[in-house]
C-alpha cells in the first residue's frame, strides 16, 4: 500500500471519484444503486454536500491517485435529525483491504466530530459486507438494525444493516442550537 494523506476533496477529484463509485455500483452492494452516476452527476452530489457544510475527504497516495473517499451528510433532511450525519466510504477495489478504509473512516469520525455533531449512522449495503461491518465495529459502531430483505441487486435480496456511533457525548447533554450544526435550522420568525 503506497502512503495515504487525507485531504479535503475538490472538483478536480470527480473524475477518480466517479470510477471508483463505478465500480461500487456495478460490482458491489456497498450503494444500492444499479445504474451508476456520470461525473457531471457526481460533481451535483459532491457540491450538495459541501455545500450543507458536511466533510467530503479523500485518501491521495504519494503518487497522487486517489484511494478513496468519503464523506458525511445528513442522515434524514428533517431539522430534528440535523445533530446526525450518515457516512460513505468507497474504496478503489485495487486498494481494498489495505487500510485506505480505516485511515478515511477514523478522519472522517474526527472531521464530524469536530463540526459538533452527535451521531454517526453507517448504512450498509448487505450482511455479508463483513469487512465494513467490522471495520465499523472496530471504530465504536454499535448494530442497531438490520432491515431484512429491503433491497434487490445481483438477482438478490439484501439487507441493509444499520450502525451507530455517538459522537461529542451523544444524547447525553443537550446541543448548543447556536451553533453548526444547529444553525442548519432556524424557526420561521412567525412561529408560535
Known amino acids: 500500500m503506497p502512503a495515504l494523506s487525507i485531504r479535503d476533496a475538490r472538483s478536480s477529484d470527480i473524475p477518480a ?10 460490482n458491489g452492494t456497498a450503494s444500492f444503486e444499479l445504474d451508476p452516476p456520470d ?10 454536500v459541501l455545500a ?6 479523500v485518501a491521495e497516495t504519494d503518487e497522487g491517485g486517489i484511494a478513496g473517499y ?5 442522515f434524514r433532511t428533517r431539522p430534528a ?3 446526525a450525519v450518515e457516512n460513505s466510504v468507497y474504496i478503489d477495489p485495487a486498494l481494498q483491504g489495505k487500510g485506505a478504509g480505516r485511515a478515511l473512516m477514523i478522519a472522517l469520525l474526527d472531521r464530524a466530530e469536530s ?3 452527535r451521531q454517526v449512522i453507517a448504512v ?18 454499535e448494530m442497531i438494525g438490520t432491515f431484512k430483505g429491503s433491497g434487490f441487486k445481483f438477482g438478490r435480496w439484501l ?31 412567525n412561529a408560535r
Open 159 to 189: 439487507d441493509t444493516v444499520l450502525m451507530q456511533k455517538a459522537l461529542n457525548g451523544g444524547d447525553t447533554t443537550a446541543p448548543d442550537e447556536n451553533a453548526y450544526p444547529g444553525t442548519l435550522y432556524r424557526p420561521p420568525a
Open 52 to 57: 450543507g457544510g458536511y466533510p467530503y475527504i
Open 124 to 141: 450498509i449495503g448487505g450482511s455479508a459486507h463483513v469487512a465494513s461491518i467490522r471495520l465499523h465495529e472496530s471504530l465504536g459502531f
Open 81 to 83: 435529525y440535523r445533530w
Open 70 to 74: 468519503a464523506y458525511a451528510n445528513a
Open 115 to 117: 463540526l459538533g455533531f
Open 39 to 48: 461525473e457531471a452527476e457526481m460533481a451535483k452530489r459532491q457540491e450538495a
Open 17 to 26: 471519484i466517479t470510477a471508483i463509485y463505478r465500480d461500487a455500483v456495478l
